[in-house]
């Protein structure tokens, strides 16, 4: 079955633009994760949705960053006034949720390299 | 707070070597997850294996193995008989409590394989 995309795969923009990453996960996943990546580093979390909740948004920077998900599905992460230092790797995932066995494994999306000059 | 350390920022192997990959975490909790992902050189991020705390049997899945010992708190991973295609990043990763904040995964800075024919 397909797997977690993202779009759009690369974005040049310049600084104080907004931007806006989508992230469609696997079709009856439950619980959706925003990551960044800098170069060279491990992802580090951002933020994270049961169904439309957003429970835990502990890992957005600062108050530039903000995310939805309205429907359940589909998230949307969106950058305000970008500035050279948002530049990464932005990483969505998306896990089965609830209580089965798997439920906390993450499955990880191409990733939007966004660079902001 | 939790904390992953994968010492080796590079590995590089000939064809048909094994190759072992040390993770170290550090949690002040007695159940969590760990998990290990591979990073090709396409970008995308490839769920390897999650291991529950209290399992501590080691597993093996075709050439990849997984050696999990809570006494030394270390998940190594070992690529046996490696291939050309085996070459990627490997991150190790930990999350937090089942039942608490066990969706977010800390991320070790990765460890670079390079397998040459």
């Known amino acids: 079955g397909a797997g977690v995309s993202q779009s759009p795969r690369y974005k040049v923009t310049k600084r104080g633009q907004d931007v806006a990453l989508r992230c469609d996960p696997i079709?009856?996943?439950?619980?959706l994760y925003w990551y960044r990546q800098a170069l060279g580093q491990g992802p580090e979390f951002l933020t994270y949705f049961n169904y439309e909740a957003q429970q835990d948004k502990s890992g957005l920077p600062n108050d530039r960053f903000s995310a939805e998900r309205p429907e359940g599905s589909i998230s949307t992460l969106t950058i305000q006034r970008t500035e050279q230092r948002d530049s990464a790797m932005y990483r969505c995932?998306?896990?089965?949720?609830?209580?089965?066995?798997?439920?906390?494994?993450?499955?990880f999306g191409p990733g939007t390299r966004l660079t902001v000059l | 707070a939790q904390k992953v350390t994968q010492a080796q920022t590079e590995i590089s192997v000939v064809e048909k070597e094994d190759v072992t990959l040390d993770c170290v975490y550090e949690t002040r909790d007695t159940t969590y997850y760990l998990f290990w992902y591979k990073q090709p050189p396409s970008g995308e991020l490839v769920f390897l294996i999650r291991r529950n705390s209290f399992d501590e049997q080691n597993e093996i899945s075709g050439r990849y193995s997984w050696n999990f010992q809570k006494s030394t708190s270390s998940f190594n991973f070992t690529i046996t008989a490696s291939q050309v295609v085996d070459s990627a990043v490997y991150f190790c990763a930990l999350s937090e409590p089942p039942g608490v904040n066990d969706y977010k995964l800390s991320f070790g800075a990765g460890t670079t394989v390079t397998v040459r024919a």
């Open positions: 079709s009856g996943h439950v619980s």
């Open positions: 995932a998306s896990s089965p949720g609830l209580a089965g066995p798997s439920y906390n494994e993450q499955f």
